[in-house]
């Protein structure tokens, strides 16, 4: 038996185990007390909905999506009326709102005797206080953000609302039937197409830059290589190649005193007639420790200004080519992907990477934005 069958014979005072009614609200108490589910009929056109977690929830929700949107477009209509015909005289609001609120037939208050649901105290709603009605009418005209979307999202693409489909396994969005409010980023299906409904701007951008992370860490091929050279460190990248001429300058560091005299008068920064290493016959004059002393310190001069220079970059593309060099510099150093994200993102702009369709999106009322994807 499924709830509407059951609250059909709790209304004809045939109520099933476990099933009461109180205040217009059913109630399926077969596992009392460690769980209650709540059901109502909306007012307005009797359809049965809910699995409502608590009394207050469910007298809240009473109007269906359908009702609810209809006494939203209402609303709406007397504003517009208003706004484009100032001698318009509106129907009030309150009545508006009543009309949407209407209470339940007193069809559904159950037989005498029938046993209600027993509701905990904190739950208890409170029917002492008066209504609010601003805060009624500001809920019908406003509504949640998704429902307020998918509304004008369905007359800017010209699909009824009910052929929108909300993908609920769409693994990248946070979509919450229970509660839209906290919704931020949802996918739908109309008649095949494919969107992307989100709840700002920024919400957009920052998928967007989820994207671009991923693909940044496992594709990062697909990117410009140029640009992507400019986030990876060049001293991490220095620090894993290491120094390329280190033996140049080990060579030049483990010459014997004789030859390193000799290439230091080649190089020119010993003169052959310089009398510290020389006698006036120009022959060399015997190695001692302060020679030795003297002749390490034109060696380290001569280190210091003639050792080669090298770029990163320049060293892999000598190496491997080009198009490798930039493979080997990231898997050396790897790359800032948080700095790449951001710089592409501001760059391109979110559609780019998210709109896959035609690289546009399109703006919807409250600061929501969607785009289409295939």
């Not at 709790?10 to 009614?21: F, L, R, Y």
């Not at 949107?69 to 208003?82: P, T, W």
Request: charged share 35%; net charge negative.
């Amino acid at each position: 038996m499924n709830a509407l069958e059951a609250i059909q014979l709790v209304v004809e005072g045939k109520a099933p185990e476990g099933w009461a009614t109180t205040r217009g609200v059913y109630a399926n108490l077969s596992n009392y007390p460690r769980e209650i589910q709540y059901y109502v009929k909306c007012p307005k056109c009797g359809l049965v909905h809910g699995d409502f977690k608590s009394m207050r929830d469910a007298h809240a929700k009473k109007l269906c999506d359908v009702c609810n949107l209809d006494a939203i477009n209402k609303l709406k209509d007397e504003v517009q009326d208003v706004i484009h015909d100032p001698d318009h005289k509106p129907k009030e609001m309150s009545k508006i709102v009543s009309e949407a609120a209407d209470p339940f037939d007193p069809f559904d208050t159950p037989p005498e005797g029938e046993g209600t649901v027993p509701v905990p105290p904190e739950d208890e709603p409170s029917f002492t206080e008066p209504a609010d009605t601003k805060g009624e009418i500001e809920r019908l005209l406003l509504g949640n953000w998704v429902d307020v979307a998918l509304r004008q999202f369905a007359e800017e693409e010209s699909v009824n609302l009910t052929d929108i489909e909300i993908d609920d396994n769409w693994g990248q969005g946070d979509y919450d039937a229970d509660n839209l409010e906290a919704t931020t980023r949802f996918k739908v299906d109309a008649n095949g197409q494919e969107f992307l409904i989100f709840k700002s701007e920024e919400v957009a951008e920052e998928y967007a830059l989820e994207i671009v992370r991923n693909d940044l860490e496992s594709e990062p091929e697909i990117f410009t290589q140029d640009w992507l050279r400019g986030f990876v460190d060049e001293d991490k990248l220095r620090n894993a190649i290491g120094d390329p001429y280190e033996e140049w300058e080990d060579d030049v560091r483990n010459l014997y005193y004789e030859d390193l005299l000799d290439k230091m008068v080649e190089e020119g920064y010993v003169q052959n007639d310089d009398t510290v290493f020389f006698k006036k016959n120009t022959d060399k004059r015997i190695e001692n420790p302060v020679r030795v002393k003297a002749l390490n310190k034109y060696m380290e001069d001569y280190i210091e200004k003639e050792k080669p220079t090298w770029e990163p970059w320049q060293w892999l593309e000598d190496i491997y080519g080009k198009d490798e060099a930039q493979k080997q510099g990231i898997e050396m150093a790897g790359i800032d992907v948080e700095a790449a994200a951001k710089d592409a993102v501001a760059t391109d702009g979110w559609p780019h990477f998210v709109a896959r369709y035609d690289g546009n999106s399109h703006p919807l009322e409250n600061d929501a934005i969607y785009c289409r994807t295939n």
